[in-house]
Structure formats: structure tokens, C-alpha cells
């Protein structure tokens, strides 16, 4: 369902094409799948595309239907179904915070809230110098350590809002994270959003002795 | 409760060990003799024992794990073994410390269960959001192919398997196991109509069995110790051991493995220390929000295994326990939990589509100070027209935070009409 959660869409940002070297790393995601389902590399490649440009553009969508043979409905049916492919150019950080009950009741609301106020954008924003984007998400699954919210997709619990908030505005002056629960420091959004496209995962060695 | 308690742990016995997280480690405190067991044994011996073993699927449902490895027909091929790592469930934190601290045990279970079932090629479907818990798959992914123990000819028994990881982004929904297939296909995660079941045609329809993290990391152990070694821990009828996620308002929230059969209270007011900061407990719900009924203090003494929560009106679901304090509304974390339903439908139905977006707009209309006494009925009529008539478990469950709360609270929803708003704090 498409609801304020996703934030607003929006299709006049002019980008450039998708690269060579998207359609290098393109090639070997599709072979990671097995030859006749080159569609199982959609989400990837739209992981891909987010990497180069921020987001997920119209322009991508289409040139990722060529590539895998799909009309730019089939590939913007998907693209627009799963919350973690943007639609709006995001900031370096994307700041996600979770508002289910269990972070809610140890300071996740207040957190969020604190956020709006202190950044003056509201969920679903980026802020002016595009350093900072909010969302709301739901559970994260790491209740143990309420309140949860991830810059990046790492993982940041336990932390005051005061401290959190801080931590987050200091990345407008162009501050790093510092590394977050896992030990693990956050690239920005585009580098990371390369991450998920799993070019870093092992391929298949023994498919082509099965039948 | 004693003081004394102390956890089972099986699949969690890794996890502070330093260094277990990488295939030496794993190794030398035991990892993959189960596999080059089952390498020894043949495919329908490994599918007995699990089935004599009783091991039930982890992810929510509590199906025979051995019985949905048997209905693999053998005649078809290929054949796909695809793990469910698409943990969201609300309050539920169990696989994602699988994968983090353990990756290898969940490893050696899949490749144990794709030799059982006859497929040379195993997915995971690891949530999107879980980027560190996928850093830690890929790394032991590339040990275990560098080491042999995936790739061709494993561990030079003439069996090839590849592992391939494939992330989800962002979509609740893709736990439903067939709505988790669509996903790797490339589509919307929306679910499929079954029959047909995905054990014949599931995966690029072909058979494939899909299980959770927390399944395929019970697979080891029991190949190592046997069926009856499993059957010591827990119930007759729910076998083994069981993470239980403790969170909210308590004093040690935190994964906790236990014996199935061990009390909520022990669970509560033991392990976790009990409600925070000396408050009194008003609900907790015994297997995450869609738990299909919340519990009041009266039912802190309920068994958690598979039958006795239901017995007592429940649904054991994935083990997540989450305690609400005294001062906690229970209207507002219905809303909380309703919005997560309404926002998580993947709008291929309607009664789940439209009857969670109902809900939530009559939720929040007591929030904030609009509800009305004929609004609980109107809740209780839209919630019967989502269960049973939705497409998947999704909007079955979505009704819970909703029936669960008028029941139990419905004075809570008449203070909020009284006063014209929230009375609580929190």
C-alpha cells in the first residue's frame, strides 16, 4: 500500500544514463541466477541503479526493462512495491527510525519527532543541503536494543534521544557516523545501496555440472 | 522463580564464543561434522531422522520440518532449498543473531537439508534492512566455498551445492514463503494461490522447501545427537529448544533459549528480570504482534510450546514475547501495531487491504479524541470481515492488536472517549 510511510514520488529529476560499468556489474548479477530467470535479478539491479543515481529514476526503470526484457510497468510495479527503493533522491544519510511499540515505549517516537523538529523536514524528507533523509520504519527486529534506528541500514540501539539526535544533526556539518551497534561504520547511501546489489556475494561454482 | 535460571543453549551455544562467526572458529567448537555426517548417510535417511526428530518449523506456523522435506516428489528436478531470512515479525530479533553470530550453523543446516531434499542450489532470502547480518552471510559463504564446503564435489563427496544470497528490500510481506518466492523471481511480493504448494511447484516452479533461520540452525545438532538426544528438551508434541525474544518494558530484554514448555513467567520475570523498573505488567503477547490474541497477567503462567499457547487462545507464532508495562496504552500500541498491518498489506486483497486501513483510521480517531462507543463495534465487524476472507495469514493476523485490545481493554477505549483523548503517559 502506498502511503506516507513511502514518501512522495516524484518524476522531473533528470539523470544521466545508467553507466558502463552498471552494465558490467549487471552482466554478473544476472549470472548469478539461473539462465532462463534472468528476472530473478530485478531487485539487484534496481539496487544498482538506486547506487548510481540516489534513487530509483523512471529513466533507470526503463533501461533496466530493456536490459531484462520487461515493460517499464512490470519493472515500476516492483521498483514501487518494496519501501527500500526510493523514489526521491536521497541524502548521504538515511536516517530510519523505528515507531513500533517495543522502540516506541523506550524513546523511538520521541526520537522521530525530535528529528522533524530539529531537521524542519517531516518523514519521507531530505533536507536542503541533501545530507540528511528521515524515514519511519517499522520493526527492524532488534527490539533488545529499543530504541533501534539505522543510518544506512547499520544499526544504532540503546541511545538517549538526546545523544541520537545530536549524533544525526552533526551529520549536516559533514560529520561520519561513528560506527554503530555491529561495530560496523556506514557508507553513504549510494556506496551502500551498491552493497545491496550483492556484488560481493559469492557466485554459483558447481551449476553447470547439474543437469 | 529461582534464581538460578539458566538457559538450553543449543543453536545459541556459539554465540559468545569469540571468533565462532568464521569458519575456523566454527569449526573447532564442532562445525560441519554434521554435515560430513549426513554426506554418509542417504538423502532418505537424513529426512527420517528429521522427522523422527519432530522438529517444527521455527518461523511461525510450527509445520514437520521432515515431513515438508518427504513431499519433495523425486522425479522432478531441479529442486530449490530456500531459507526464509526475512525476519519482521514485530518484537521477533531471533534470526537475525543467527545469522550475525552463527552464520555457518545456518549454513550447515541448509546444505544438510539440500542434500536431504536432492537440490543443488539453496537461497536465502536475507531481509534488505539486515545489512550486517548479510556482511556476515556473504563472508561465510565465501569460507565455506573456499574450504570446500560448498561448490562442487563438497567435501569430496561428489555432491555440488551453490548457495546464492538474495536480498530483500524492504516488504513485510515477504515472509509468507510464496510471497518470499515471487521476490526472488523479481516480482511484487505478493503471495501466491496454493495449491499448487511450493513443495511441487515453488522456486522457478519447481519443488522447493522453504524454512526458517532458526529451523535449518536445529538441523546440526540433531544430525550430530540424534533424534532422541532432540526429544529430551521440550514437550511431546514440541520438541527441542526454542529462542524466545523478550522485549519492552523489561528489566533484560534479549533472546533467550529455553526448553519449549518453559513459562512465560520464567521467561519474563526470570531471564529478563521481570517488568521494568518495578512496574506492574498489564499484557504481553506470546509470539509477536500477530500473536492472535494479546495475554493479561492472568495468563503469565502459560506453557510456551506450540499446544498450550493455544490452548490458551493464542498462537505460539515466532516466540516473541513483548511486555507492556501498567502505564502503557494499549490502544495507542494497537494503533502502533495496526499501522504496521495496514502499511505491510500488499494490497493484493481486499478485505486486508481496506480492513487494515480502516482499522488505523479508527484507532487513531480515539487517539485523538474522536472515538465513539459504536466505533468498538464497527472495529469488531471490520476485523470479522478480514479473518477468514484475506488471501493470506496476513490479514488474518492483522486483526489481533484490535480484537485483542477491545477485549481485554475496552475500558481503556471508554477512558479515551471520556476524556476526549489519551490519557496515558505512554
Same mark, same amino acid.
Given at each position: ?211 | ?144 566455498? !573456499? ?7 563438497? *567435501?569430496?563427496? /561428489?555432491?555440488? #551445492? ?5 536480498? =530483500? &528490500? ?95 513467567? !520464567? ?7 521481570? *517488568?521494568?523498573? /518495578?512496574?506492574? #505488567? ?5 509470539? =509477536? &504482534? ?137
Amino acid at each position: 500500500m502506498d502511503t506516507s510511510l513511502m514518501g512522495k514520488s516524484r518524476t522531473d529529476s533528470e539523470v544521466p544514463p545508467l553507466t558502463e560499468e552498471f552494465h558490467r556489474a549487471a552482466k554478473q548479477i544476472i549470472a548469478r541466477y539461473p539462465s532462463a530467470q534472468s528476472r530473478s535479478a530485478l531487485l539487484p539491479l534496481l539496487y544498482l541503479a538506486q547506487s548510481e543515481h540516489g534513487f530509483v529514476s523512471p529513466q533507470a526503470m526503463r533501461e533496466i526493462g530493456s536490459l531484462l526484457g520487461l515493460s517499464r510497468a512490470e519493472v515500476g510495479a516492483v521498483a514501487t512495491f518494496y519501501t527500500m527503493f526510493k523514489r526521491d533522491p536521497q541524502g548521504r544519510w538515511l536516517v530510519s527510525v523505528c515507531t513500533q511499540p517495543s522502540c516506541a515505549l523506550a524513546g523511538g517516537r520521541a526520537l522521530l519527532e525530535r528529528l522533524q523538529e530539529t531537521l524542519g523536514i517531516a518523514t519521507g524528507e531530505t533536507t536542503e543541503d541533501r545530507a540528511i533523509s528521515i524515514e519511519e520504519v517499522e520493526c527492524l527486529c532488534a527490539c533488545d536494543g529499543a530504541p533501534v534506528f539505522q543510518i544506512n541500514y547499520e544499526n544504532y540501539e540503546r541511545m538517549s534521544v538526546d545523544s541520537a539526535a545530536e549524533m544525526i544533526g552533526s551529520l549536516r556539518g559533514g560529520a561520519t557516523p561513528p560506527a554503530g551497534a555491529r561495530g560496523g561504520v556506514p557508507e553513504e547511501f549510494k556506496p551502500v545501496s551498491r552493497r545491496m546489489a550483492g556484488l560481493t556475494s559469492p557466485m554459483p561454482r558447481a551449476r553447470e555440472t547439474v543437469e | 522463580v529461582t534464581t538460578t535460571l539458566q538457559e538450553t543453549k543449543v543453536i545459541s551455544a556459539r554465540f559468545d564464543v569469540e571468533g565462532a562467526d568464521r569458519f575456523e572458529g566454527y569449526v573447532a567448537n564442532g562445525g560441519y561434522e554434521a554435515l560430513k555426517k549426513a554426506l554418509s548417510m542417504s538423502p532418505d535417511e537424513v529426512v527420517d531422522l528429521i522427522k523422527t526428530s519432530g522438529l517444527r518449523g521455527r518461523g511461525g506456523a510450527g509445520f514437520p520440518t521432515g515431513t515438508k522435506w518427504s513431499f519433495i516428489p523425486k522425479d522432478i528436478r531441479p529442486s530449490y532449498l530456500v531459507c526464509n531470512a526475512d525476519e519482521g515479525e514485530p518484537g521477533t530479533f531471533k534470526d537475525r543473531e543467527l545469522m550475525e553470530r552463527d552464520p555457518h550453523q545456518m549454513i550447515e543446516g541448509m546444505a544438510i537439508g539440500a542434500y536431504a531434499i536432492g537440490s543443488h542450489e539453496m537461497y536465502v532470502f536475507c531481509r534488505g534492512e539486515f545489512a550486517y547480518a548479510a556482511r556476515q552471510l556473504e563472508r561465510a559463504a565465501a569460507e565455506a566455498y !573456499e574450504r570446500g564446503y560448498l561448490g562442487k564435489n563438497i *567435501v569430496g563427496s /561428489g555432491y555440488d #551445492l551453490d548457495f546464492i544470497i538474495h536480498r =530483500g &528490500a524492504g516488504a513485510y510481506i515477504c515472509g509468507e514463503e510464496t510471497a518470499l518466492l515471487e521476490a526472488i523471481e523479481g516480482r511484487r511480493g505478493q503471495p501466491r494461490l496454493r495449491p499448487p504448494f511450493p513443495a511441487t511447484h515453488g522456486l522457478f516452479a519447481k519443488p522447493t522447501v522453504v524454512n526458517n533461520v532458526e529451523t535449518f540452525a536445529c538441523v546440526p545438532h540433531i544430525v550430530t545427537n540424534g533424534a532422541d538426544w532432540f526429544k529430551g528438551y521440550g514437550t511431546e508434541k514440541s520438541p527441542g529448544t526454542k529462542i524466545f525474544c523478550l522485549s519492552g518494558d523489561v528489566e533484560r530484554p534479549g533472546n533467550y533459549e529455553v526448553p519449549f514448555g518453559t513459562t512465560a513467567r !520464567e521467561l519474563i520475570e526470570g531471564f529478563a528480570g521481570g *517488568v521494568k523498573d /518495578g512496574k506492574k #505488567l498489564k499484557a504481553f503477547t506470546p509470539g =509477536g &504482534a500477530s500473536s492472535t490474541q494479546f495475554f493479561g497477567p492472568d495468563k503469565i503462567d502459560v506453557e510456551m510450546d506450540w499446544e498450550a499457547v493455544q490452548a490458551a487462545g493464542s498462537l505460539l507464532g515466532t516466540g516473541a514475547i513483548i511486555v507492556f508495562a501498567e502505564d502503557v496504552c494499549m490502544v495507542r500500541a494497537a494503533l502502533r501495531y495496526t499501522r504496521f498491518y495496514a502499511h505491510e498489506s500488499c494490497g493484493k486483497c481486499t478485505p486486508c487491504r481496506e480492513g487494515t486501513y480502516w482499522m488505523e483510521n479508527t484507532l487513531r480517531r480515539f487517539e485523538e479524541g474522536h472515538g465513539r462507543e459504536e466505533d468498538l463495534q464497527i472495529m469488531n465487524d471490520v476485523a470479522g470481515n478480514i479473518i477468514g476472507r484475506s488471501f493470506c495469514a496476513l490479514g488474518d493476523f492483522s486483526i489481533a492488536p484490535v480484537t485483542s485490545t477491545i477485549k481485554l481493554f475496552s475500558d481503556e477505549y471508554r477512558a479515551h472517549i471520556t476524556k476526549g483523548g489519551c490519557p496515558f503517559e505512554r
